[in-house]
């Protein structure tokens, strides 16, 4: 059995980009889709820590997946806020019955 | 020739007094009465009778070929050639004129004063009477042409005011139309004859219309011809035309009568002793012309002969007081043109003047009659009235007299003058006028025999109220009759200081003498007598048939079946032909015309108004079409693109993030695709 390479990191951040993309255009639920994005911003950490180890660029990537986890931080609280917004106004988190904004 | 202002000052002041009855008459016959208004209307008329009296001491004074008082106001009309002043000139034939026109004028404004006292319009009437006096002295001493044709229609003007004067009844105004109309026939007559005149005379270097210059020059139209006709005749003959419709004479004489509807002074004003002379007067004027066109002579003596005899016919059998009078004076009139073709230019004016006087008598006369008669006008209801109103009655009776001719009254001297120079030139002619003379004996003395003797035919109540008229009535008529009595001895050597031939002579002199005495005196009397006699009988006649009623008037009318009298009553039925050839024949092409107006001329009208409709009836197809159908279409097209851009935008974000997703996907194939093949 041979040792972890980073191709095996790219692969784990793809699958996990593909789920929270997955998650993201297939569910209804706003809070679904909060939950895809924290996958999709997940993977991109994955190979911003993965590269940095094997690139051997110092520590900018792992500095940058600090970032993303405080900005995920943030995104969830705004997301969260937003969704209950939504919650207050159409009585509903269904995106697909949100669709005022076209009329 | 002299200058002399103050000869402005006659015309002028009766057009001062005309401005201020006009403008002012209304208020001052409010504030100050009817007194203030005859007093301005006879006190200009009297101040200027007084300078005319001025102007002919002074003519007297001077030397007879340089007998001229001119008064030029100002310059009027200078373009090119044609060169008009107005000013106003006093010769010894425009003296005669301005002394009868202001001297008998003003008796007829002093009797007016009567006349119209109970007349509201009192003003007005004054106002029209002050104007038309303005207007014929105008006619009179204007020194050219074209200053005479503006008093020739200022006084057709005033004449037209004044028969129509009691506009609230129909026929007056009528009367006042015919007059008018009539009278534009002849003066369109008057204005060829003065535009031919001035276009040959300028086409032969003497382009005038000054009197005393177109005598100077006139010779330079001697064979001159026009179309073949030698000018002067054509001239004189389109001037003569203007002439007869002015002086009432064939075939224009028909509005004459008719002017009777206007008040009585009217009548005699101008209707007989003035503005109807203004023919003569331009013959007269312009003797000069005439003497070069012997066809023009010839033509106005025959009309002027046959005007008095069938205008003396037709007085024979009319009923009413002023239509006698008023075909005398055509018949009058005609014995004027008459002397005038023959060449009696002095006998005819002498004529004028003697006739101004008796016959402005017999108008006032048949006035004064009318009032005493309350309006009534038909000699048959009248009669007997010489117990009533004396004094009319004998001025009336003597101014009789003198139409009839007798001796030694005024009518007996002209009209033996001109009898005398007819039978000379043209003796079929003096055997007419003889005739006439017969005739005019005749009717008068009927008409005097049917008013003022034999027994009163008035109802009672008419007869209660006869009264002889207050005396600013009564002194004209004794004032008018002594004139009718005295003028005949003008013609005597000591009449106007000298003979009046003699003083007219500086003006006609050069062409008076073309049928001068061919005859002697004792033919002249021999002519008198054969005249006297004529009238004499026709006195007789009138005596037997209306005074002593020994003969019946129907011993005549029944004559030859009764045709003569009918066709004599019923003036010849000049009227009834004239109202069918030119009246009803202007209506029917006036019809025609309206015909065509409406259906040719409206009917182009309509059909380019249908053409324009159709061709914007298209153009608003075109626009609703073509212009708007392409805004339209732009509009169309971006609503449909719109309409199916939209449902992309379906607010559905998972749609959206699969179109994303899609994207992506596709821009890494088409990446590796590109990559690939490179």
């Given at each position: 059995?041979?040792?972890l390479?980073?191709?095996h990191?790219?692969?784990?951040?793809?699958?996990?980009?593909?789920?929270?993309?997955?998650?993201?255009?297939?569910r209804?639920?706003?809070?679904?889709?909060?939950?895809?994005?924290?996958?999709?911003l997940?993977s991109?950490?994955?190979?911003y820590v993965?590269?940095a180890?094997?690139a051997?660029a110092?520590?900018?990537g792992q500095?940058?997946a600090?970032?993303?986890?405080?900005?995920a931080a943030?995104?969830?609280?705004?997301?969260?806020a937003i969704?209950?917004?939504?919650?207050?106004?159409?009585?509903?988190?269904d995106?697909?019955a949100?669709?005022?904004?076209?009329? | 020739m002299?200058?002399?202002g103050y000869?402005?000052a006659?015309p002028?002041?009766p057009?001062?007094g005309a401005a201020?009855?006009?403008?002012?008459?209304?208020?001052l016959?409010?504030?100050?009465?009817?007194r203030?208004?005859?007093a301005?209307?006879?006190?200009t008329?009297?101040?200027?009778f007084?300078l005319?009296?001025a102007?002919?001491?002074?003519?007297?004074g001077l030397d007879?070929e340089?007998r001229?008082l001119?008064?030029?106001?100002f310059?009027?009309i200078?373009?090119?050639?044609?060169?008009v002043d107005?000013?106003f000139g006093v010769?010894p034939?425009s003296?005669?004129?301005i002394?009868v026109v202001?001297?008998?004028?003003g008796?007829?404004?002093l009797?007016?004063?009567g006349?119209?006292?109970?007349d509201?319009a009192?003003?007005?009437f004054?106002a029209?009477?002050n104007?038309?006096?303005?207007?014929?002295l105008?006619?009179?001493l204007?020194d050219?042409?074209?200053?005479?044709?503006?008093?020739w229609?200022?006084v057709g003007?005033c004449s037209?005011a004044?028969?129509?004067f009691?506009?609230?009844?129909?026929?007056?105004?009528?009367a006042?139309?015919k007059a008018?109309?009539v009278?534009r026939?002849?003066?369109?007559g008057f204005?060829?004859g003065?535009?031919?005149?001035?276009w040959?005379m300028d086409?032969?270097?003497?382009?005038?219309?000054v009197?005393?210059e177109?005598a100077?020059h006139?010779?330079?139209?001697?064979?001159?011809g026009?179309?073949?006709w030698?000018v002067?005749?054509?001239v004189t003959?389109?001037?003569f035309v203007?002439?007869?419709?002015?002086s009432a004479?064939?075939p224009?004489y028909?509005?004459?009568?008719?002017?009777?509807a206007?008040p009585?002074?009217?009548s005699a004003?101008?209707?007989?002793a003035?503005?109807v002379?203004?023919?003569?007067y331009?013959?007269?004027?312009?003797?000069f012309?005439?003497a070069?066109?012997?066809?023009?002579l010839?033509?106005?003596?025959?009309?002027?002969a046959?005007?008095?005899?069938v205008?003396?016919?037709i007085?024979?059998?009319?009923?009413d007081?002023?239509?006698v009078l008023a075909?005398?004076?055509?018949?009058?009139l005609?014995?004027?043109f008459?002397?005038m073709?023959v060449?009696?230019y002095?006998a005819g004016?002498?004529?004028?003047?003697t006739?101004?006087?008796?016959?402005a008598c017999?108008f006032?006369g048949?006035g004064?009659?009318?009032?005493a008669m309350?309006?009534e006008?038909?000699m048959?209801?009248?009669g007997?009235?010489?117990?009533?109103?004396p004094?009319?009655?004998?001025?009336?009776?003597?101014?009789t007299?003198a139409?009839a001719?007798?001796?030694?009254?005024?009518?007996?001297f002209?009209?033996?003058?001109?009898l005398w120079q007819?039978?000379?030139?043209?003796p079929?002619?003096?055997?007419v006028?003889?005739?006439v003379?017969g005739?005019t004996?005749?009717?008068?003395?009927r008409?005097?025999?049917?008013?003022?003797?034999?027994t009163?035919?008035a109802?009672?109540?008419?007869r209660h109220?006869?009264h002889?008229s207050?005396s600013?009535?009564?002194i004209?008529?004794?004032l008018?009759m002594?004139g009718?009595?005295?003028?005949?001895?003008?013609w005597l050597?000591?009449?106007?200081?000298?003979?009046?031939e003699?003083?007219l002579?500086?003006?006609?002199e050069?062409h008076?003498?073309?049928?001068a005495?061919?005859s002697g005196?004792g033919?002249?009397?021999l002519?008198?007598?054969v005249s006297l006699?004529a009238a004499a009988g026709?006195?007789?006649?009138?005596?037997?048939m209306y005074?002593?009623?020994s003969?019946?008037?129907?011993t005549?009318?029944?004559?030859l079946?009764?045709?003569?009298y009918?066709?004599?009553l019923?003036?010849?039925?000049?009227?009834e032909l004239y109202?069918l050839?030119f009246?009803r024949?202007?209506l029917?092409?006036c019809r025609a015309?309206?015909?065509?107006?409406l259906?040719?001329?409206?009917?182009l009208?309509?059909?380019?108004?249908?053409?324009?409709r159709?061709c914007?009836?298209l153009?608003?197809?075109?626009?609703?079409?073509?212009?708007?159908?392409a805004?339209n279409?732009?509009a169309?097209?971006?609503?449909?693109?719109?309409?199916?851009v939209?449902?992309?935008?379906s607010?559905?974000i998972?749609?959206y993030?699969?179109?994303v997703?899609?994207?992506?996907l596709?821009?890494?194939l088409?990446?590796?695709?590109?990559a690939?093949a490179?």
């Amino acid at each position: 059995m041979g040792t972890l390479s980073l191709g095996h990191f790219v692969v784990l951040g793809g699958i996990l980009f593909a789920l929270g993309l997955f998650t993201v255009i297939t569910r209804r639920n706003a809070i679904g889709i909060l939950m895809g994005v924290e996958l999709v911003l997940n993977s991109a950490n994955v190979n911003y820590v993965a590269f940095a180890r094997y690139a051997n660029a110092g520590y900018d990537g792992q500095v940058f997946a600090i970032f993303v986890i405080m900005l995920a931080a943030a995104e969830a609280a705004i997301g969260l806020a937003i969704v209950l917004g939504i919650y207050q106004s159409f009585e509903t988190i269904d995106v697909e019955a949100t669709d005022r904004l076209r009329q | 020739m002299t200058s002399a202002g103050y000869v402005a000052a006659i015309p002028l002041l009766p057009l001062a007094g005309a401005a201020v009855l006009g403008l002012g008459g209304a208020t001052l016959q409010r504030r100050l009465g009817k007194r203030a208004i005859g007093a301005v209307a006879c006190g200009t008329v009297a101040l200027a009778f007084a300078l005319s009296v001025a102007a002919f001491f002074q003519l007297l004074g001077l030397d007879p070929e340089h007998r001229l008082l001119l008064a030029r106001l100002f310059p009027w009309i200078h373009v090119g050639t044609l060169q008009v002043d107005v000013a106003f000139g006093v010769d010894p034939l425009s003296a005669v004129m301005i002394l009868v026109v202001t001297g008998i004028g003003g008796l007829i404004h002093l009797y007016a004063t009567g006349y119209m006292h109970d007349d509201e319009a009192f003003w007005r009437f004054f106002a029209y009477l002050n104007l038309f006096t303005f207007a014929m002295l105008t006619l009179v001493l204007g020194d050219s042409l074209l200053l005479m044709f503006v008093g020739w229609e200022g006084v057709g003007f005033c004449s037209w005011a004044l028969i129509g004067f009691w506009h609230k009844e129909l026929a007056n105004t009528t009367a006042g139309n015919k007059a008018f109309i009539v009278n534009r026939v002849g003066d369109f007559g008057f204005v060829l004859g003065m535009f031919l005149l001035f276009w040959t005379m300028d086409a032969q270097g003497h382009g005038t219309l000054v009197f005393r210059e177109l005598a100077q020059h006139a010779h330079v139209l001697e064979g001159v011809g026009f179309w073949g006709w030698p000018v002067a005749t054509l001239v004189t003959l389109f001037l003569f035309v203007g002439a007869t419709g002015k002086s009432a004479q064939i075939p224009l004489y028909v509005w004459l009568p008719d002017a009777m509807a206007g008040p009585t002074p009217v009548s005699a004003l101008i209707h007989a002793a003035t503005m109807v002379t203004a023919g003569v007067y331009m013959v007269a004027r312009l003797n000069f012309l005439f003497a070069m066109a012997p066809a023009t002579l010839a033509v106005v003596a025959t009309i002027g002969a046959a005007t008095a005899l069938v205008a003396a016919t037709i007085a024979l059998a009319q009923n009413d007081i002023k239509r006698v009078l008023a075909y005398s004076t055509v018949s009058q009139l005609g014995y004027m043109f008459l002397a005038m073709g023959v060449g009696a230019y002095a006998a005819g004016i002498f004529h004028l003047v003697t006739h101004a006087f008796f016959k402005a008598c017999l108008f006032l006369g048949s006035g004064s009659v009318i009032h005493a008669m309350r309006g009534e006008q038909d000699m048959r209801r009248m009669g007997g009235l010489v117990k009533f109103l004396p004094a009319t009655s004998t001025t009336f009776i003597v101014a009789t007299l003198a139409i009839a001719g007798m001796p030694p009254l005024a009518g007996f001297f002209s009209k033996d003058e001109i009898l005398w120079q007819a039978f000379n030139a043209r003796p079929a002619l003096w055997a007419v006028g003889v005739t006439v003379a017969g005739l005019t004996a005749f009717y008068m003395f009927r008409q005097v025999f049917m008013v003022f003797f034999g027994t009163c035919r008035a109802d009672p109540e008419t007869r209660h109220h006869l009264h002889e008229s207050p005396s600013v009535m009564t002194i004209p008529l004794w004032l008018l009759m002594a004139g009718a009595v005295l003028a005949g001895f003008l013609w005597l050597p000591f009449g106007l200081f000298v003979p009046f031939e003699h003083w007219l002579a500086p003006v006609i002199e050069h062409h008076g003498e073309v049928h001068a005495a061919t005859s002697g005196r004792g033919v002249e009397a021999l002519l008198m007598l054969v005249s006297l006699g004529a009238a004499a009988g026709g006195i007789g006649l009138a005596y037997r048939m209306y005074a002593s009623e020994s003969l019946r008037p129907e011993t005549f009318s029944e004559a030859l079946g009764g045709l003569p009298y009918r066709a004599v009553l019923g003036k010849y039925w000049v009227d009834e032909l004239y109202d069918l050839v030119f009246v009803r024949g202007v209506l029917l092409c006036c019809r025609a015309t309206a015909w065509f107006d409406l259906h040719v001329i409206d009917g182009l009208v309509n059909l380019s108004a249908a053409i324009v409709r159709g061709c914007s009836w298209l153009s608003g197809l075109f626009d609703l079409w073509v212009v708007d159908g392409a805004v339209n279409l732009v509009a169309d097209v971006t609503q449909f693109a719109g309409r199916r851009v939209r449902n992309v935008q379906s607010g559905a974000i998972n749609a959206y993030l699969y179109v994303v997703l899609l994207g992506v996907l596709g821009g890494v194939l088409l990446y590796w695709s590109w990559a690939a093949a490179s």
